[in-house]
C-alpha cells in the first residue's frame, strides 16, 4: 500500500458527462501527480500541483482540469467526456517537487465511458 | 513523437534466467531515469532508478545498464523468479524542479516456473 488513495475505484459514465476523480496524497507529501493509462497510449503525465499551485503540465487536454486544495488533496475533473476517455488515471504524491522526491502512485480510478 | 522507447512489449522467460529490457531515449536534456513496476490491479511502484552520469547501478536481483553516448538504457534482471511477472516501465524526468515523467510503452515479463 502505497499511502495514496483515489476515489471512485470505478467509474461508468456517458459520453458528454462530468466527472470528478478525487486523491488523497500519502501524509506529509506536497506534491500530486495525474497520469493517465490508456492501451494505446500507454501511462501519460496529465499534470503536477505542488502545495496548491500548478507546476507542470503535460498533454492535458481542454476538457480537463485539476486543482491541489489547502488540505493538499487533489481532483481531477474530466467533462464532455468522450469514449476515448476510457482509461485508469493515477494518482501519485510525493514529499517535494523533482526527481530527487520517490513519486508513490495510488491504485488507480477506472473510467468506463459508454 | 515518442520520446521514450521500449522494447520488448511482452517478454517471457523460465524461473532463473535474466530478463533483459530495453529502452532508448531521444531528449539529451532527460536527466533522470527510473524503472517502475507494476502488479495487475495496482499502481505502478518505483523498482530502481540512475541517473546519466553513472553507467551501471544495481539493487539485488536488479541492475540498470547506461549508455549515455547510445541513449539507451537497460533493466537486467537476474534470477527471474514468478513473483517478476508484471509489467515494466522505464522513464525519463524532465530537468527542473518537476519531477514530470515520460515513459516508455511497458513491458509484460512472465516468469515461468
Known amino acids: 500500500d502505497s499511502g495514496v488513495t483515489q476515489t471512485p475505484k470505478h467509474l461508468i459514465t456517458a459520453t458528454g458527462q462530468r466527472v470528478t476523480l478525487r486523491c488523497s496524497p500519502r501524509s506529509g507529501d506536497l506534491s500530486v501527480y495525474w497520469y493517465q493509462q490508456s492501451l494505446d497510449q500507454g501511462l501519460q503525465f496529465l499534470i503536477q500541483?505542488?502545495?496548491?499551485?500548478?507546476?507542470a503540465k503535460g498533454n492535458i487536454l481542454e476538457r480537463f482540469s485539476a486543482q491541489q486544495f489547502p488540505d493538499l488533496h487533489s481532483e481531477l475533473n474530466l467533462s464532455s467526456l468522450e469514449l476515448g476517455d476510457s482509461a485508469l488515471y493515477f494518482c501519485a504524491s510525493s514529499a517535494g517537487q523533482g526527481d530527487f522526491y520517490e513519486q508513490y502512485f495510488g491504485p488507480g480510478t477506472r473510467l468506463t465511458v459508454t | 513523437q515518442q520520446q521514450v522507447k521500449q522494447s520488448p512489449q511482452s517478454l517471457i522467460v523460465q524461473k532463473g534466467g535474466i530478463s533483459i529490457i530495453n529502452c532508448a531515449y531521444e531528449n539529451t536534456a532527460f536527466d533522470y531515469f527510473p524503472w517502475y513496476q507494476q502488479f495487475p490491479g495496482k499502481g505502478p511502484a518505483l523498482l530502481i532508478a540512475i541517473r546519466p552520469d553513472v553507467s551501471e547501478k544495481k539493487e539485488g536481483r536488479f541492475t540498470i545498464s547506461f549508455n549515455k553516448s547510445a541513449k539507451q538504457f537497460s533493466l537486467h534482471i537476474m534470477d527471474s523468479q514468478p513473483g517478476d511477472s508484471a509489467t515494466y516501465f522505464c522513464?525519463?524526468?524532465?530537468?527542473?524542479?518537476?519531477?514530470?515523467?515520460?515513459f516508455g510503452q511497458g513491458t509484460t515479463l512472465q516468469v515461468k516456473p
Open positions: 522513464a525519463a524526468s524532465w530537468p527542473g524542479n518537476t519531477g514530470k515523467l515520460i
Open positions: 500541483y505542488y502545495n496548491g499551485e500548478e507546476r
